[in-house]
């Protein structure tokens, strides 16, 4: 588990999933983080499997709040087939895009971000505030 590997180094790690979390659980750590309350966000295998642009903006803006100005934003995503076709799968919904697409909607929240092998780093947040968590918690 990532997040006993990175105590272990003295790192603590906060778990902001509405897909997965009570409702206290996340209201919690939403609290935690606000307000550039974090150092580092990391959005794995997220972005591609929200169909709605506005979904995509609510976690983009989430994470930008996160860290704040100073702070880095880690973005990987399952590419699929990379026909850019998404699709209803065994387990949801899967974009089927590269990384590199979703680079204008990251810049929307970020000031810099770049391509890092398959990944985005996204820098530079730009000021927002805590976005309402309208996607629902279990």
């Known amino acids: 588990d990532a997040s006993a590997y990175l105590a272990r180094h003295g790192v603590a790690t906060l778990v902001v999933d509405p897909g997965w979390q009570t409702s206290s659980d996340l209201k919690r750590a939403r609290t935690q983080v606000r307000d ?9 295998n997220v972005l591609n499997v929200l169909p709605k642009r506005s979904s995509r903006r609510e976690v983009l803006a989430l994470a930008a709040n996160a860290v704040g100005p100073e702070g880095v934003v880690y973005i990987s995503v399952y590419e699929g087939d990379r026909s850019g076709r998404g699709g209803a799968t065994r387990d949801g919904w899967q974009a089927n895009r590269s990384a590199a697409s979703y680079e204008r909607e990251v810049q929307e929240f970020f000031g810099e971000v770049r ?23 279990r």
């Open 36 to 44: 550039g309350g974090a150092n580092t966000a990391t959005l794995a």
């Open 115 to 137: 391509r890092v092998g398959g990944h985005l780093e996204a820098r530079a947040a730009r000021v927002v505030a805590q976005p309402p968590m309208v996607c629902a918690a």
